[in-house]
Each structure stands twice: as structure tokens, then as C-alpha cells.
């Protein structure tokens, strides 16, 4: 079993950044492929960046050159910098492990 708990989000102007967290619980967070996604009101859950175990890193082209993933094994986190951020990236953030396990999701807000 393992537990996600994403941490970060908020209200940021339009070319602001945030970075958001996700703490994972457990000791085989090195070995899991950890994924950010993000859902917009009225909109499906969609991939936003992933990075395996091996620190590969996959970006929905809506992201790429504005968003980095990033893993710190030490700390059992996965982090996502958003840069450059766009009223289009407002959604609630979930964090995934393997894609079987969930984060409650963090709010992100971008005004324009």
C-alpha cells in the first residue's frame, strides 16, 4: 500500500510559477513510476508529466518547456515545477504511483 499526498497548489497569476509536491509513503517509492495529472472542471483527468525509476520523463505537449518533473528517492517526493503557468492549466493536481494509487489532489488556480 502506498500513500500520496500532494502539497503545493494555490492561486498564482498568469506567468507565475508553483512548484507542487507529493509525499509518498512506503520504502519502494525508488522502484515506482510516480505521474502528475491534472482534471479541469467538466473535463476528464488528463496525463500532464511522468517520470520512471529510472528518471525517464514523459510531458503532455501542453507542458513541455514550462513544466519539470523531478524525483528526490531520499525524501519518498515527486515534485513538478510549473513555470510560465497559463489560465489553462487551472485544475485540481493529482498525484500518481504506478497509476494504481492516488493522492485527494491540490488545487491549482491561475487568474489571467
Known amino acids: 500500500q502506498v500513500q500520496l499526498v500532494e502539497s503545493g497548489g494555490g492561486l498564482v497569476q498568469a506567468g507565475g510559477s508553483l512548484r507542487l509536491s507529493c509525499a509518498a509513503s512506503g520504502r519502494i517509492f525508488s522502484i515506482l513510476a510516480m505521474g502528475w495529472y491534472h482534471q479541469a472542471p467538466g473535463k476528464q483527468r488528463e496525463l500532464v508529466a511522468t517520470i520512471t525509476a529510472g528518471d525517464s520523463t514523459n510531458y503532455a505537449d501542453s507542458v513541455k518547456g514550462r513544466f519539470t518533473i523531478s524525483r528526490d528517492n531520499a525524501k519518498n517526493t515527486v515534485y513538478l515545477q510549473m513555470n510560465s503557468l497559463k489560465a489553462e492549466d487551472t485544475a485540481v493536481y493529482y498525484c500518481?504511483?504506478?497509476?494504481?494509487?492516488w493522492g485527494q489532489g491540490t488545487q491549482v488556480t491561475v487568474s489571467s
Open positions: 500518481a504511483a504506478q497509476n494504481i494509487y
